[in-house]
């Protein structure tokens, strides 16, 4: 297949001979709220994630199937959704693994592809090779982490990424595997060296945050702010928080997706600049509940007290600087759109609490007696005491 001319003629030739998908759940009907006429005045498309069951996937694979849209997913089988589990049934779950088999991917075309799986340069590097002349668009999920140490405010989209790390002037010998930021600038490199700037869509989230959330990172607040009584507020009250419900990065992906706007963008909340202080009395919204705030400002006594960070807020010192700075205006001018506070906060809870998490994981959570949560009345304690 040649390379195509433009996106939009490579959607309509492949359309026209009818190639790809055999339509799972052909007629595919709305299965969350979106409007009869906004469905119909979108084109619809062939979607490949390749991930998909975790966190971010689910929310794309729900909205982009209300937009009337077909969605395969590509995952080795083994990790289960646990929000809109009742859309999968609509949708084709092909299985293999990005290490070594990717044969349910073979003679196969989609319109757009998204990568939200990507944990190696390597892989990405296969499947936009693989994929470059059968499908349209190719969506990378990298992340703010790119961007990585944080040294200054007001990152944007142009700001210079980290393509190697720094060798160790100790163990110069030693081949160390990229971090993070590094093999994600990388696969973004591989995916636009595959698809070209005008079919590559780059996202780049802050923490993501809402239902489905596996890393644990930010249930802290939900929990605490559910429960009330002396919350411990670690920080400045001016320092700077940022972060993106999930679900507002899912569905602008598929929003992106249809109208082909190609290029890089960080998918940073909240859509105005917040400070701690804000963060924690929009998020007290959420509950009926009585919580007295015991702010710690003193950077010193957190790190002796082993508290540096409880998602969004990190300490903004040395290498996290800027990270809780960054620009989102390219986004917002894309159509990123945000939820409230107080709903991601209650329905992030309302998630925790649900039978879709299976209890284990919970008690894991809540048991942990390295969290902050579970020191959190002896670190106010220690607190009270130096303050006398
Ligand atoms: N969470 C955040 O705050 C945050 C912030 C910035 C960027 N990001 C990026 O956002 C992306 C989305 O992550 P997510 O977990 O929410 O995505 P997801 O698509 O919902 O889940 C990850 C998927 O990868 C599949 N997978 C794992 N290993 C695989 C393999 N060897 N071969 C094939 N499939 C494999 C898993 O299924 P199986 O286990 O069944 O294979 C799972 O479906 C990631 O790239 C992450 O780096 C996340």
């Excluded at 949708?91 to 003679?107: F, P, Q, W």
């Excluded at 160390?176 to 698809?195: H, L």
């Excluded at 239902?211 to 802290?220: K, L, N, S, Y």
Aim: some cysteine; charged content about 30%.
């Amino acid at each position: 297949m040649k390379h195509h001319k433009s996106k939009r003629s490579f959607l309509k030739r492949s359309l026209a001979v009818g190639v790809g998908l055999p339509l799972i759940g052909s007629g595919i009907t709305s299965c969350i709220a979106s409007s009869k006429e906004e469905n119909e005045s979108v084109e619809k498309l062939r979607i490949l994630i390749l991930g998909g069951t975790s966190f971010l996937g689910p929310h794309q694979v729900a909205y982009a199937i209300s937009r009337g849209h077909s969605v395969s997913t590509f995952t080795r089988g083994k990790t289960k959704p646990t929000i809109h589990q009742d859309v999968f049934d609509q949708v084709e779950m092909l299985i293999g693994d990005r290490e070594d088999n990717l044969t349910a991917l073979e003679n196969r075309e989609w319109d757009i592809v998204i990568d939200n799986s990507g944990r190696k340069t390597e892989w990405t590097k296969k499947t936009a090779e693989l994929l470059k002349e059968k499908a349209g668009i190719y969506i990378y999920i990298s992340s703010t982490g790119v961007y990585y140490p944080y040294l200054k405010a007001g990152i944007d989209e142009s700001t210079d990424m980290l393509m190697e790390d720094p060798v160790n002037p100790d163990r110069p010998d030693i081949q160390r595997e990229d971090s993070y930021g590094v093999m994600k600038a990388k696969s973004e490199m591989e995916t636009i060296r595959s698809f070209g700037k005008d079919r590559s869509i780059i996202i780049r989230p802050t923490y993501m945050v809402g239902p489905g959330d596996r890393t644990d990172r930010f249930i802290h607040w939900p929990i605490r702010l559910a429960k009330g009584g002396e919350v411990l507020v670690p920080g400045k009250p001016e320092d700077p928080v940022q972060y993106v419900d999930v679900r507002d990065v899912a569905e602008w992906i598929i929003r992106l997706a249809e109208q082909e706007k190609t290029g890089s963008y960080n998918a940073v909340g909240p859509e105005n600049a917040e400070t701690l202080a804000e963060f924690i009395n929009r998020a007290k919204e959420a509950f009926n509940v009585e919580s007295t705030l015991v702010s710690i400002p003193d950077y010193d006594f957190l790190r002796k007290n082993r508290v540096s960070f409880i998602i969004p807020w990190i300490m903004p010192t040395d290498e996290y600087y800027g990270s809780a700075l960054i620009k989102n205006e390219r986004g917002k001018a894309a159509g990123l759109t945000f939820r409230t506070l107080r709903d991601t906060v209650k329905e992030t809870h309302d998630w925790w609490t649900s039978d879709a998490l299976p209890a284990e994981h919970r008690e894991k959570y809540e048991s942990n007696p390295r969290s902050v949560m579970s020191r959190e009345a002896e670190v106010i304690d220690n607190w009270k005491k130096l303050k006398g």
